[in-house]
């Protein structure tokens, strides 16, 4: 009787656990704004940005533009990882004939939605590192 009782009890934690996990697999939709480029761009970023959460790892993507914001030229993609704490870190990049640039984001997610501040650090043309947000929600 006890151990049945145990039985029982370990398998509605398991099941709480699984659907918990499951609740966190999901896709967070919103928008990255960054500064403009001295001398290189003329306008700020401010593109859709789309991250996907399967358990502990996130992949994200976002639209790269051309120096007057008007045509998109590549797209920046990255991975990341999801802390048992909500704490999210992103790392990615593009590199194509208009230049290349690594990008670092990081923030918490809060419920179904997520703040991250990153720097995209450039190589080319020229060495420069812009500041980044992002703010998504759980679609």
């Known amino acids: 009787m006890r151990q049945t009782a145990l039985t029982a ?14 609740a966190a697999d999901d896709t967070y939709r919103g928008r990255l704004r960054c500064d403009a ?6 306008a700020p970023v401010d593109v859709e ?10 992949t994200y993507r976002r639209p790269v533009l051309s120096w007057d914001g008007q045509q998109t030229v590549g797209t ?3 991975t990341g990882t999801i802390g048992a704490d909500g704490s999210v870190i992103l790392q990615g990049g593009v ?5 290349a640039f690594i990008a670092r984001y990081t923030g918490r997610i809060a419920g179904t ?9 450039f190589t080319a043309p020229r060495q420069y590192e812009r500041s ?4 998504v929600d759980r679609s």
Not at 95 to 99: F, I, M, P, V
């Open 49 to 58: 940005f789309t991250m996907a959460v399967h358990g502990a790892t996130a």
């Open 95 to 99: 590199s194509g004939r208009l230049g």
């Open 132 to 135: 980044c947000t992002i703010t």
């Open 37 to 42: 480029i001295p001398s290189l761009t003329v």
């Open 113 to 121: 939605h997520l703040d991250l501040l990153g720097t995209e650090s």
């Open 9 to 22: 009890l370990v398998a509605v934690g398991l099941t709480s656990w699984f659907a918990d996990a499951a």
């Open 76 to 78: 920046e993609i990255g």
